[in-house]
């Protein structure tokens, strides 16, 4: 699965967290977290679970479009 790096970007300015604010809240690693945040790689369904608890959204809120990832 892979984030919208905007999205993502919108919810962090949203709950006025940086990438290591949310790293700690959810217990990850910083580079994990920058996985997430940066949409660039695929990362396991778990893993986004928990940043999005910790921006307080909803999965697919921060979720690339299908779409997009096909192209």
Do not use: F, W, Y
């Amino acid at each position: 699965m892979k984030t919208d790096k905007e999205k993502v970007h919108i919810a962090m300015a949203r709950s006025c967290i940086s990438v290591k604010g949310i790293a700690e809240a959810a217990r990850m690693p910083i580079p994990t977290v920058k996985n997430v945040v940066n949409g660039n790689r695929s990362v396991r369904p778990e893993t986004i679970g928990r940043v999005a608890k910790v921006l307080q959204v909803d999965v697919t809120d921060i979720l690339a479009d299908e779409k997009e990832e096909e192209a």
